[in-house]
């Protein structure tokens, strides 16, 4: 059985690549076959964070006008078993993208892969709708923050509205993904807590992934963060997550919520 | 509570989730309201298409919400129509 997610959020720069190449890692190491593909055409940034960015020869564009068959566009992960990537077209802009095209490629990708991963362009108008269009489930990426919280909101509604399953009258099942989270921050009521953006949004909680520096130095080397720091904390919950989508029950654990002394007299994690 | 939160900005985060509460229980209650705007923007666009050319980006649909009444703002900058430079901007409140 394959199934088509989308990794969505509105706002733009609030992790959406970097949890589609996570999660579509650790789907992989998990012994899935994967495909991520990039739909943000024009600004790709999909193959530079999985290492393949020199690689890249056909992409969906390519694809979609027939100028070339998908086996030739697809990347196979170099380390990752069972890993593939559909990159974006860097030269183009997503009216190349035409519905028809998406639901022709999407619909061959199904038949190779357990799972489709759209990593969807920041914005809510062409390119964001197709990333959804044929989408079975959705990670609605999240920061902490009341522009991101707020353009997920929108995000939720088009995804209960715009979707084929939504035109269908069925309902897509979504899952709320929070990035960058400081749980210190979140406890000295700098930052929205976990419970906040869950009361607001109200969709079922799929993962907390803490701010850390191991997201940018994974990306500095093109290795998604469960492959290159799989025992860190975003390395760890980015694991949890993919289980979860697996339909495993893994406990939800706050990343990064212990404190020494000094942390505690200030309210301050200690470097 | 330590010594230590005297010296310490009030926490903000509350505000934070008091606005989002007020403001999505408003934008979820107008529905469908953001569908609006954006086939407004379409139509409008269509519109004037036929009479100049146009740029989509020159084209702002905007609703404001207010507590009685709230006012749809259009603003259409289109490209001056005698030989001088810069543009003509049409706005629209209503
Ligand atoms: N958990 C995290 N901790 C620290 N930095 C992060 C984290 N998640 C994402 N980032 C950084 O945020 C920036 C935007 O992330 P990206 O995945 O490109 O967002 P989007 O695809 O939503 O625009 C990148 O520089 C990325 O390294
Ligand atoms: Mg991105």
Redesign the interface.
Known sequence: MSKVLVVTSGKGGVGKTTSTAALGAALAQLGKTVVVVDFDVGLRNLDLVMGAERRVVFDLINVIQGDAKLPQALIRDKRIEGLSLLPASQTRDKDALSAEGVARVIAELREKFDWVICDSPAGIEKGATLAMHHADAAVVVTNPEVSSVRDSDRIIGMLDSKTAKAERGERIEKHLLLTRYDAARAARGEMLKVEDVLEILSIPLLGIIPESEEVLRASNVGSPVTLNAPQSNPGRAYFDAAKRLNGETVAMATPGEKRGLLGKLFGRRVA | M?L??WF?P?????A??E???I??AH??AVG?G??LIATLKEEILAVIAKHFPLERDKVTVKLDRGDAFSTLEIDIEVPTMNRGQGATRMALRG
Do not use: I, K, W
């Not at chain 2, 009030?10 to 509350?14: G, K, L, M």
């Open positions: 330590s230590f939160n310490r009030r926490p903000t985060a509350p934070a989730r606005r989002l509460q403001l999505l934008e979820r469908g953001s569908d």
